[in-house]
């Protein structure tokens, strides 16, 4: 039986932490550490080594964007780190990308959700709210040059790659994938796997962009396939509304 995550929460607000430690707690995650600003999180990381951190941007003395640049810097086995704010803003978002997040969630977030989310990043997933990843996708497809996965050639992708990094890109999560295609699990992590290897990419954030970016699907598509969803009744309940 899998160890259930341990995190690690950083933010400056006692009753935020308090939240988040309980909600966690009530999912069967454990709380072993928390910070009260990014230099607190920084030391905290090597002292507890948490699975996840969720980390506030905003904090004083060190803000989580520097601390999670600090915390993914240099030794191996660090944690994954999901970036929690009240604020949407873009520039946070990419910062936080830049930085090596691993997610990207606001704090409006309903407890489900959040739990879904460090269980999610723990396995080696990428994930953003989906009004982020939306604005995310726009950017790239509206911007060219300032990106953050730079164009690649998909001719290096088998034809079943092609299929599901379509599929990635429209915010399936492994198991959605493993189920829409009729294959294990395994076989779906080897597939992104190889995507990610063949196309450079760091992680599946990078790999939606690249879908976009060359044209595998455009903005539209994803559009008219979270209505599918909706009318199907796999609203935000049944997919935890998370990408």
Same mark, same amino acid.
């Given at each position: ?106 704090? *409006? ?15 080696? *997933? ?52 493993? #189920? ?22 760091? *992680? ?6 690249? #879908? ?18 909706? *009318? ?12």
């Amino acid at each position: 039986m899998t160890a259930p995550p341990r995190v690690l929460i950083a933010d400056d607000q006692t009753l935020v932490r308090t939240g988040f430690r309980l909600i966690l707690g009530a999912d069967g995650i454990d709380v072993v550490a928390e910070a009260v600003n990014g230099a607190e999180a920084v030391d905290a990381v090597r002292r507890a080594r948490p699975d996840v951190v969720l980390m506030d941007v905003r904090m004083p003395e060190m803000d989580g964007l520097e601390a999670t640049r600090r915390i993914l810097t240099g030794a191996a086995g660090q944690p994954r780190v999901i970036i929690l704010t009240t604020f949407d803003l873009d520039r946070y978002v990419y910062a936080a990308l830049s930085a090596g997040a691993s997610g990207f969630l606001l704090k *409006d977030v309903t407890p489900e959700q959040l739990t879904a989310a460090v269980r999610t990043v723990r396995t080696g *997933d990428a994930l953003l709210a989906p009004a982020i990843t939306r604005r995310l996708v726009q950017r790239f497809t509206r911007r060219g040059g300032d990106t953050t996965a730079p164009h690649r050639d998909l001719a290096a992708l088998t034809p079943r790659e092609l299929e599901v990094l379509a599929l990635l890109a429209q915010g399936l999560s492994n198991a959605e994938l493993a #189920a829409r295609l009729h294959l294990a699990e395994t076989t779906v992590k080897t597939h992104v796997a190889r995507i990610l290897a063949k196309l450079s990419l760091r *992680d599946r954030v990078q790999a939606v962009i690249a #879908a976009y970016e060359t044209g595998l699907v455009s903005v539209g598509e994803r559009e008219a396939g979270e209505a599918d969803e909706k *009318d199907d009744g796999a609203g935000p309940g049944a997919r935890g509304a998370l990408p």
